[in-house]
């Protein structure tokens, strides 16, 4: 599987901005789905997760209610949504694809076995 995400940029706080990542081959809609981030100086942290029909969602606290995660498994693409961005989200942001199904430990890298190049998103204050 190859994972191609796209749609970082700059933006101001308060600003939107809609991660997209396209995946190849025919087995996308069996695995669950990832977005991680690294900031500059730190270790890669998770952001969220949608699980493989789409019908499970996580997110760490500080994403909760301004990013939306989901899915287009016919597009064989996960999208994030997000809004009312602040500074501190600058980072490059990477997806990511767990074929292993395992949902309680979703929020580990370790459980990834696909990752994307990763697309650098900049929030401006």
């Known amino acids: 599987v190859q994972l191609q995400a796209s749609g970082g940029g700059l933006v101001r706080a308060g600003g939107s901005l809609r991660l997209s990542c396209v995946a190849s081959?025919?087995?996308?809609?069996?695995?669950?789905m990832g977005w991680f981030r690294q900031a500059p100086g730190k270790e890669r942290e998770f952001v969220s997760a949608?699980?493989?029909?789409?019908?499970?969602?996580y997110y760490v606290d500080s994403v909760k209610g301004r990013f939306t995660i989901s899915r287009d498994n016919a597009k064989n693409t996960v999208y994030l949504q997000m809004n009312s961005l602040k500074p501190e989200d600058t980072a490059v942001y990477y997806c990511?694809?767990?074929?292993?199904?395992?949902?309680?430990?979703?929020?580990?890298?370790?459980?990834?076995?696909?990752w994307g190049q990763g697309t650098q998103v900049t929030v401006s204050s």
């Open positions: 949608i699980s493989w029909s789409g019908g499970s969602t």
């Open positions: 990511a694809a767990n074929a292993q199904g395992l949902w309680a430990s979703i929020g580990r890298q370790d459980r990834y076995n696909y």
């Open positions: 081959g025919r087995t996308f809609s069996s695995y669950d």
